[in-house]
């Protein structure tokens, strides 16, 4: 069995012609219910982080911010996202979603959240579609109740991890790797523990050496204990976004070479879903599943 995990309330609210796809989480979630993958699927359903447990990686004056719909206007441009109950809500849930596909993976070697991956999120305030950065949150939350001593973030959406970098700076239980588009946002980079800037209009083959000399360094500089990887899909050759040229092919083998790294090497793997920019929502949703049927694979 391989853990999804999911919740009816994912979905953002959002006026038309917005570049964020609204529905994406649904999306995804009803594509992969109608797969033969469901056959397989352990379904669970996370809860609602308080805002105390939320403060374990962000300043607590914005975490307030956030439940009580105070962000000003240059804030709100700023996360991209206009401030509503149902994003505030969501946002405490997704948190914790991660955070419970990380404990999945630790029992099970493998889990996917079918969200998470809001890397942009920096300790006190949001930015490119990222209200919480659930990736700290849940390294931060599992190293201080010393479920796990090492995490590697390993990240391959398209944008760099600049937030997750930022809040785990100091941090010598966590290491952030990031393989992204060099000329894309954000402008100002920050400094994760591994930075792989990539070149314009990469294709499969210059990418996939780019990424195992990544997966290589990560495992000789750290012996993580778990995994967090983010798969966005912003790679895509078609992504709105994305500034390389990963074509459907090149994006299934990423997700098949990443998994198959950490499961030969016995450390569990929590798959979150990272950006995607489609205006096509099946073609998104499709490209999103292939880090879920890629676990289903190795997994078998
Ligand atoms: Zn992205």
Redesign the pocket.
């Known amino acids: 069995m391989i853990t999804w995990i999911t919740h009816p309330e994912y979905d953002i609210p959002l006026p038309p012609g917005h570049r964020f796809t609204s529905t994406k989480f649904s999306d995804l979630f009803e594509l992969l219910k109608k797969s033969e993958y469901i056959e397989s699927a352990n379904i669970l359903v996370p809860e609602k982080a308080n805002a105390e447990q939320v403060a374990i990686a962000h300043c607590s004056k914005y975490v307030e911010k956030i439940a009580n719909g105070s962000l000003d206007e240059k804030e709100q441009r700023r996360l991209g996202l206009r401030w509503s109950p149902v994003l505030a809500k969501r946002s405490f849930i997704a948190v914790n979603g991660s955070l419970l596909a990380a404990r999945s993976a630790l029992q099970y070697g493998v889990s996917c959240h079918l969200a998470g991956g809001t ?1 942009h999120s920096h300790f006190d305030f949001g930015s ?1 579609f990222c209200v919480f950065n659930d990736l700290a949150f849940t390294a931060l939350t599992l190293t201080k109740t010393k479920e796990v001593k090492n995490i590697l973030i390993f990240d391959c ?3 760099q991890g600049d937030g997750t970098a930022r809040i785990l700076e100091n941090n010598n239980r966590t290491f952030t790797c990031s393989i992204h588009s060099s000329k ?2 954000p402008y100002r980079k920050a400094n994760s523990d591994l930075d792989i800037g990539l070149e314009d209009n990469m294709s499969w083959f210059g990418y996939k050496k780019h990424l195992v000399e990544g997966l290589n360094k990560c495992i000789d500089r750290f012996s993580p204990d778990l995994v967090l990887y983010v798969a ?1 899909v ?1 790679i895509h050759a078609n992504d709105k ?2 500034r390389l040229s990963i074509d459907d092919e090149g994006l299934f083998e990423r997700e098949m070479t990443v998994l198959n790294f950490f499961k030969k090497r016995d450390i569990p793997i929590a798959t979150v879903m ?4 489609s205006d096509d929502n099946n073609e998104l949703a499709y490209r999103h599943a292939n880090v879920v049927k890629a676990a289903h694979q190795i997994w078998a």
């Open positions: 890397h490119g959406d398209v944008h894309n946002f966005g912003d976004l994305g990272g950006g995607g920019y």
